[in-house]
């Protein structure tokens, strides 16, 4: 293989490999006859992203005879650290000129035509590998976006550098984007960032059904400053959470994909969802009859409990919705049986009151009849008196 790449056109490669260079540590060149495709995949498999630039990017594209005919492919893997500093801006824009790259035995030779007629010659010893590529079939996809890259990179702007993961969020009527952080202690102390943005914003904007998907937000930062560079559109393929997104761009002589994996989050489903999958798997495991609390009644048991700051915490609702019917236990059980899927445990406070309440009445009840004595008298309170209860002599 032997291509030339000539004037900006180097710039743009060289952008290239530095987008790639955010997802992995490895470089694939595969060129064929489409022209020559650079892959990159990171370490964990879950993020996979191609650059193919077509035959007229290049100034000259030579493909061998057996490769045209698909009958050979050329299986060449580089290592990202060595291929980025030949590429690096904005030294490469301001001096070379020319660059050539051709793929002998062993090696993969770049040479580097810089002004002042100064040549500069890399000789990199690559790695046969298979072929790399992602099975993702887009159109299949049932929400698509389509936008200049100037929009996607202000709304990514918003977000630090530090930030991990990203929330796209897509609805009938607006498609918001937010910060992502797992549950646990820190989350109370970061700041949450969202913004949203009217259907009119996109180009091309199609809802198939509404999901929340969350994906790697540092390995898409290349490709949207390479689009926002050369002002290309971007379009987005995704569907439900867990499954892949996709971000393409596409012109006459280059087209560039990323496809990221998502989160399955577990607590997207609203309580509701919840209570009502516990009381399917609570009827199914037992045979124990349900007594449904009204609504309206909920606010009178319903109590404010002052929290160890001192702020009201309010007992949600949804927790006292349903309870189990003592009448409907089996005979000989004073308690309803351990199933499954643990159903909605009653506020404390409501535990608390009851447990007081029950406390309160079993004093009363026994204060009318004084406890019996176990203990027999020793020889000093035989003097109390006949008033007091005796215990029967041992």
Known sequence: MNC??????????????????????????????KGLALRSVNSAHSGYACFLFSPLFFHRYNLPSATEK??????????????????????????????????EEDLVKMKFFCKHGIIKTHNLRYQESDALEAVFSSHLCPNVLKAPAKLLSDMVMHFPVSQEEITLSISTGKVSLRNYYEGGNGCMKTMHTEMSLHPDEFDYFQVGSESDVTFCLKELRGLLSFAELH???????????????????????LEATVVLATLIDCESRAPSQHTASALQTTARSTDEAVETVNPHDISAITEMVASSQGSPVHVPSHLLLLRPSQS????????????????PSPAPSIVCSLLFKALSSLSEEDSATPPEVLVCFSDDEDSLGENVRRSPSL
């Open 4 to 33: 030339v790449v000539e004037g900006n056109c180097v710039k743009a490669f060289g952008k290239a490999i530095h987008a790639l260079a955010r997802l992995g540590d490895d470089l694939w060149f595969d060129p064929n006859a």
């Open 70 to 103: 698909g009958n050979e492919t050329i299986k060449c893997k580089l290592l990202m650290k060595s291929v980025l500093p030949l590429f690096r801006l904005p030294s490469i824009e301001r001096n070379v000129e020319r660059c050539q790259i051709s793929i």
């Open 231 to 253: 002002c290309l559109p971007v379009a987005v393929y995704f569907g439900a959470a867990g499954q892949p997104v996709c971000f393409s761009i596409e012109d006459m002589v």
């Open 328 to 343: 409907s236990l089996p005979s000989g059980q004073g308690e309803p049986m351990e199933t499954c899927a643990p159903a």
